[in-house]
């Protein structure tokens, strides 16, 4: 795992966590596409198109401009329609789109959430989705009531990795943003987060290793509860 930068940053008073492969792996999703007749190694490509299309509109979305009425739903669809030549079924892309909402949650995620409530910090989602698809698989999940608040980035105009979107987050659970944390399975997130001025956590349970372009994180770990754990280990803030 990567080291975190030396004295750089202090324990935070709120955690934010990624949804999409953090807390919820999307890779089940496999068996959806295989029932649409979608060869497996499109579902690889459909993750890069969302990927690609979501920084896209961290770029340009605008309040006065066209993307600024997309939704994550919209980027879903799209890149379904994109992979298979606008051959997919509308049955099956509802199906696709469905099962998200049906995800399972990573082992360790009910541990991670718990230890940062035990330990008095704010805890948070915040995704480009809206608040509606989290909210129903932390519900199904049984974690909501380890949940304060579920923040989307979209409404706010601004798609993660743009820094507004994490200024946003820090914004509604009301701490500046060098107190608040996230907590991603993505480099990319945290390439992003870090630029609006929050601390860092990444698991490595998704990429294995932390991805050379960005500057690591605050602190790493196996998983998700490892993570948290070494972000509520960073020395406490000074008093104002």
Do not use: C
Request: charged share 20%; net charge negative; proline share 9%.
């Amino acid at each position: 795992m990567s080291e975190p930068p030396a004295g750089r940053s202090h324990r935070p008073a709120a955690l934010v966590f990624d949804v999409l492969d953090t807390l919820f792996p999307v890779a089940p999703l496999e068996w959806r596409f295989r029932e649409a007749g979608i060869p497996r190694v499109l579902m690889t490509r459909w993750s890069d198109h969302l990927l690609r299309d979501s920084f896209a509109l961290a770029l340009t979305s605008g309040e006065d401009g066209y993307e600024a009425d997309r939704t994550f739903e919209d980027v879903v669809r799209g890149a379904l329609r994109d992979i298979t030549g606008h051959q997919i079924a509308p049955s099956a892309e509802d199906a696709i789109v469905e099962g998200m909402s049906g995800l399972d949650p990573r082992p360790e995620a009910s541990a991670a959430l718990a230890a940062a409530r035990d330990a008095g910090l704010a805890v948070a989602t915040l995704g480009n989705h809206d608040d509606v698809l989290p909210r129903a698989l932390l519900a199904r999940a049984g974690l909501l009531d380890l949940v304060d608040h579920v923040i989307a980035a979209r409404p706010a105009n601004a798609w993660k990795p743009a820094p507004g979107a994490y200024l946003g987050a820090a914004r509604a659970l009301e701490v500046p943003p060098q107190r608040l944390g996230l907590v991603t399975g993505h480099g990319w997130d945290v390439a992003g987060a870090r630029l609006a001025g929050l601390v860092t956590g990444w698991s490595g349970h998704l990429e294995g290793r932390f991805p050379s372009l960005f500057a690591p994180p605050d602190v790493s770990g196996r998983d998700l509860a490892e993570t948290v754990d070494r972000l509520l280990d960073l020395p406490a803030a000074p008093a104002p």
